[in-house]
Each structure stands twice: as C-alpha cells, then as structure tokens.
C-alpha cells in the first residue's frame, strides 16, 4: 500500500477511473435513453441537423444538444457503429467529475486524504458507474455542475481571484444547462446553495457583486441561446414540446413523497456505511471537520428532499444525490480508519463487519454461485469466467482476512479493487445471459433498399432501439393523421399484434407478411423481454 501516497492521488484515480468507465463500454445493447441520443448524434452528422436536432427526422428538443454534439464529435471521428466511442464522452466526464471532486475535497475538508477517499467513494458508487458507462446526458450535467460549484464556493469563501472564479463558475453553471436543462440546477446546485447558507454563511459581499452579476450573465448567456434559437426557428414546435415536458414531471411516473428515503442503497457497495453517515448525532462527535460534515450532510439531503418535491420520480434521478453523499460518507469511513482498532464498541464495527464482509464473502463465493447461474451457458465464456473467479476469490480472501485483524484502509482500498475487476474481467460474462435464439437485427434492411428500391415505413411504431438499429431514418406513419405514400409498393414495419390496424389503414391494399425483427437479447421466457424491441415487417401493395 506504499503506492497510495498523496503524491499519487490523482493518478491513481485516473487509473480507478479507466478500470471502471473505460473497459468493455461496448458490452452491453443500447437502452431506450441511449438509442434517443445516439439517433440524434448520428443525424446531426448525416442531416447536419446541429441545432435544430432531430430524432429520426422529427424534431427533438427535449434536451439541449452539448452532449449531444460530443456524441456526434465521436461518431464521426471512430464510427457509429462503434459503441465504445459515441459512450467515451460520458466516460471522460466521469473521469473529470471524480477529479473536480477531490480538488473541492481538498478545498472545503482541509484534508487530501478524506478527499481521495470520497472520491474513490463516487467513482466506485452504482449509479455513477451506470451512468459514466452510458450514453445517456445526465452526468454531462452533473459533472459540469460540480466544476461550477468547485468556482462558486471559492467565489463565496475566498476574496481572491473573485473575478476569475465567478467567470468560470458561470461557463461551467450554463454548460451544465446545455447539457440536460435546469436538472442539476434543481437537483445538485440548489441544494448546494441551501446548505453553503446554513453552515458557511453569505458574508463579505461588498467587493463580489460586480462579479457576482457577470456571473449571472454569463451563465444566462450560455444557457439560454439555444432555447432561444429554436424559439424563434420552429417556435409552435418548442412550444408544444415544452408542454409535454411540463405534463411529465407532474404526471408521469408518479411516485410517493417518500419514495426516495432509500437514496443511500444507490452507492451500491457502500449501501451500510453511507446509511451510517447520515446518523448526525452519533458521527458528530466523532468527526475532525464538524463545520465541513454537516455541510455535505445538509447538501445531501436538501438534494433528497428537493428531489421529493416533484411528483415525477425515478432511481436514476438520485444521481446527484450520490455526489454530497460521498463526502457524507467519507467522514464515516474516515472515522473507522481512526478508531476501528482500539476507540469503537463492538456494536459500532457491526456496520462495517455487514458492509464490507458481505463484499468479501461475494468474492469467495463467486465461482460457486457464477456456476450455478451460468453453468449450460458458459461455452465462449470459460476465459472470462476462471479469470474473474481466481481474481474475485484472492480479493475476497483478503478482504475477510484483513477484516478480521481490523486492518479497514487495506479492506477499503481492496473493496475498490474488487469493482475494478468485476468490471474489467467480469463484465463480458453479462453476455453469457443474453441467448435470444430468434434474435434478428435490422440493420441489413436499409442495404437492401437501395438494391430493391423498395422504401421502407414504420408504422405506429415509437421505439428508438428499432430506428438505431436500423441505422439510418425510417418514415412514420401513423394512423391517426395517415400520409399514405406514393409508392405503389412498400415495406412497412408493424408492431407484434398490429396486423388489423395496418389492414384498417390500407383496405384496398394486398399485405404480405415478410418477416420478424427481434432486437431481445433474451428469449420471450426471460423477464428483461421488451414487446417493442420486436416488429414484423410487412410487404404493402396497394
């Protein structure tokens, strides 16, 4: 362990980071959000549709377009088939919101350890690897957010470089909306602002508010160009999509006020620590830094309950959740890595002996348990399989064995090891679950077009993995406001059941069933089966 020395802090988070946002990105199929913004990405570049963005050649202005365009930037550059580079973006922002986080570590804790240790907290937490491996716009607005926020706090606390650290932290607040709209704002930068005014206090301003209103300027400029633009290019478009928008967070997906009250479960392998932190009166005589807990504490959960205000709520909405609670939970950890030995009571090592034994324990009994589950399909994957094992075992051994002679930081540090290798040798075994014998892509479909000259239609088909995978656009038609087409003959995609509504819509026409895409990467006995990932083609001659 001589290595982690606060020399080499930043490195090896560069290295935490590559093993877990870096390393087999192209593993697994595109979600339902990914697919979204890789077709708007790809015709950015087809359509040059930069600005006024489309999503198979409808107008898509849901979300600003910044990382959007890095998409359509890695797309050009390596490929859009190649999944690897249209997700590498959000790995680097990742890399770069893990990094930003121990500079504000060291900034408001005082202390370079606990920073490290907070940010190998966020960079190993479940949802931040989810997202920093997916193409999907959230962390681009979170990581931008947190560089801003790094700025702003050195604006609020310091009186040094005020104009520099306004101006920077205005960039990085707009870029932040530029990137998914006001959902960090809301989400991670509000609470920010609650908490700083609980336990820092607004003071000094007298020579800040020249800055502090570039700040604001700044900010607004680059947040709002782009909602502007459109409004004055396609105006009723925006418009009606702002409505819908609107409707969606107050009556989509609505979920109880309290649905939230489990956030800490999202860190994932620090679920029992971070749920410990979060108990101020027992951790607030036992930290070195009380001023700077019960600012993240109060980060936390103003980001929690704010969070519970909107009637719209989902899991991966908590992300910014994770970013406070790292620091939460590194006061906690830092207080066992002080203590464990001599200073707790047994009942207070009952929460680290359940948190990282449980991981220890996983280790060791992944062979038995990874054969039990995969035993008939690991044919192609007994490589991966014996590598992770062997890996998994030794860490786990020595992560009990550690645990036992109350040696923690050596548990700590083996912990985040531990999720290294189970990225880095254990995530190609995900596609020994993924057997869909009637597995069938479109993607050969737009190739034949161009040798039968026969055009192909979706019809009444909303779903962004079948227009991906096709690989190009794919004209709607729907049946409540039907353009029929010209051509006397044409394919058509129809969802799985539809058949009568494609005949209601085409009564004089002959239809003949041609075949059936199935984009499932699991047969239909497996409960991850998505309907709209299946379609039927059909041959329409009118």
């Given at each position: 362990?001589?290595?982690?020395?606060?020399?080499?802090?930043?490195?090896?988070?560069?290295?935490?980071?590559?093993?877990?946002?870096?390393?087999?990105?192209?593993?697994?199929?595109?979600?339902?959000?990914?697919?979204?913004?890789?077709?708007?990405?790809?015709?950015?570049?087809?359509?040059?549709?930069?600005?006024?963005?489309?999503?198979?050649?409808?107008?898509?202005?849901?979300?600003?377009?910044?990382?959007?365009?890095?998409?359509?930037?890695?797309?050009?550059?390596?490929?859009?088939?190649?999944?690897?580079?249209?997700?590498?973006?959000?790995?680097?922002?990742?890399?770069?919101?893990?990094?930003?986080?121990?500079?504000?570590?060291?900034?408001?804790?005082?202390?370079?350890?606990?920073?490290?240790?907070?940010?190998?907290?966020?960079?190993?937490?479940?949802?931040?690897?989810?997202?920093?491996?997916?193409?999907?716009?959230?962390?681009?607005?979170?990581?931008?957010?947190?560089?801003?926020?790094?700025?702003?706090?050195?604006?609020?606390?310091?009186?040094?470089?005020i104009w520099r650290n306004a101006i920077l932290a205005g960039i990085c607040i707009g870029v932040s909306f530029m990137s998914k709209g006001p959902v960090?704002?809301?989400?991670?930068?509000?609470?920010?602002?609650?908490?700083?005014?609980?336990v820092y206090k607004y003071s000094n301003f007298q020579k800040k508010w020249g800055p502090l209103i570039g700040l604001v300027l700044v900010t607004a400029?680059?947040?709002?160009?782009?909602?502007?633009?459109?409004?004055?290019?396609?105006?009723?478009?925006?418009?009606?999509?702002?409505?819908?928008?609107?409707?969606?967070?107050?009556?989509?997906?609505?979920?109880?006020?309290?649905?939230?009250?489990?956030?800490?479960?999202?860190?994932?392998?620090?679920?029992?620590?971070?749920?410990?932190?979060?108990?101020?009166?027992?951790?607030?005589?036992?930290?070195?830094?009380?001023?700077?807990?019960?600012?993240s504490l109060f980060w936390t959960l103003a980001a929690v309950i704010l969070l519970s205000l909107i009637p719209e709520k989902k899991s991966r909405y908590?992300?910014?959740?994770?970013?406070?609670?790292?620091?939460?939970?590194?006061?906690?950890?830092?207080?066992?890595?002080?203590?464990?030995?001599?200073?707790?009571?047994?009942?207070?090592?009952?929460?680290?002996?359940?948190?990282?034994?449980?991981?220890?324990?996983?280790?060791?009994?992944?062979?038995?348990?990874?054969?039990?589950?995969?035993?008939?399909?690991?044919?192609?994957?007994?490589?991966?399989?014996?590598?992770?094992?062997?890996?998994?075992?030794?860490?786990?051994?020595?992560?009990?064995?550690?645990?036992?002679?109350?040696?923690?930081?050596?548990?700590?540090?083996?912990?985040?090891?531990?999720?290294?290798?189970?990225?880095?040798?254990?995530?190609?075994?995900?596609?020994?679950?993924?057997?869909?014998?009637?597995?069938?892509?479109?993607?050969?479909?737009?190739?034949?077009?161009?040798?039968?000259?026969?055009?192909?239609?979706?019809?009444?088909?909303?779903?962004?993995?079948?227009?991906?995978?096709?690989?190009?656009?794919?004209?709607?038609?729907?049946?409540?406001?039907?353009?029929?087409?010209?051509?006397?003959?044409?394919?058509?995609?129809?969802?799985?059941?539809?058949?009568?509504?494609?005949?209601?819509?085409?009564?004089?026409?002959?239809?003949?069933?041609?075949?059936?895409?199935?984009?499932?990467?699991?047969?239909?006995?497996?409960?991850?089966?998505?309907?709209?990932?299946?379609?039927?083609?059909?041959?329409?001659?009118?």
């Open positions: 362990m001589n290595f982690i020395h606060e020399k080499n802090y930043v490195w090896i988070l560069v290295i935490v980071c590559f093993f877990i946002f870096f390393m087999n990105l192209d593993v697994l199929y595109p979600n339902i959000m990914e697919a979204r913004n890789f077709i708007t990405a790809r015709e950015m570049v087809t359509d040059d549709n930069w600005l006024l963005t489309t999503m198979n050649g409808e107008p898509r202005y849901e979300k600003p377009p910044l990382p959007t365009w890095l998409a359509a930037i890695s797309g050009m550059l390596f490929s859009f088939n190649n999944l690897m580079a249209l997700r590498i973006p959000s790995a680097i922002i990742t890399l770069i919101l893990v990094l930003f986080s121990y500079r504000f570590g060291v900034y408001f804790l005082k202390d370079k350890k606990q920073a490290f240790i907070n940010s190998l907290i966020l960079a190993t937490s479940f949802y931040i690897i989810f997202a920093g491996r997916n193409g999907t716009w959230d962390i681009f607005a979170h990581g931008f957010m947190m560089i801003g926020i790094y700025y702003i706090f050195q604006f609020f606390s310091s009186s040094e470089k960090s704002h809301f989400a991670l930068f509000l609470p920010f602002l609650i908490a700083y005014s609980i400029l680059i947040s709002v160009w782009w909602p502007y633009y459109i409004s004055v290019m396609d105006g009723e478009t925006a418009t009606a999509i702002a409505n819908k928008e609107t409707t969606a967070w107050q009556n989509r997906n609505v979920r109880p006020f309290y649905y939230y009250w489990s956030f800490f479960v999202q860190s994932g392998a620090w679920t029992v620590v971070a749920f410990v932190s979060l108990l101020y009166p027992y951790l607030k005589t036992r930290v070195e830094n009380l001023k700077a807990y019960k600012f908590l992300l910014p959740v994770l970013i406070p609670l790292a620091y939460t939970t590194s006061f906690f950890v830092m207080h066992i890595f002080r203590a464990f030995t001599k200073r707790m009571h047994t009942y207070e090592r009952v929460p680290v002996y359940l948190n990282f034994g449980l991981i220890g324990l996983a280790g060791v009994a992944f062979p038995i348990v990874g054969f039990i589950f995969l035993q008939d399909k690991l044919d192609g994957f007994y490589f991966s399989f014996i590598l992770t094992s062997i890996a998994l075992v030794l860490i786990g051994f020595f992560i009990l064995k550690y645990l036992y002679q109350h040696k923690i930081q050596q548990v700590f540090y083996l912990i985040v090891f531990f999720l290294m290798t189970a990225v880095t040798f254990g995530f190609p075994l995900a596609n020994a679950f993924l057997e869909n014998p009637k597995y069938n892509s479109l993607r050969d479909i737009s190739r034949k077009t161009e040798t039968e000259k026969i055009p192909v239609y979706m019809f009444n088909i909303q779903s962004p993995e079948l227009v991906w995978d096709y690989g190009g656009k794919v004209p709607l038609l729907h049946s409540h406001a039907l353009e029929i087409p010209k051509e006397p003959t044409f394919k058509t995609l129809v969802m799985i059941g539809a058949k009568k509504s494609l005949e209601k819509a085409f009564p004089n026409a002959k239809i003949t069933y041609l075949e059936t895409f199935d984009l499932n990467p699991v047969d239909e006995t497996n409960g991850g089966y998505k309907d709209r990932l299946r379609t039927d083609m059909y041959l329409v001659e009118k």
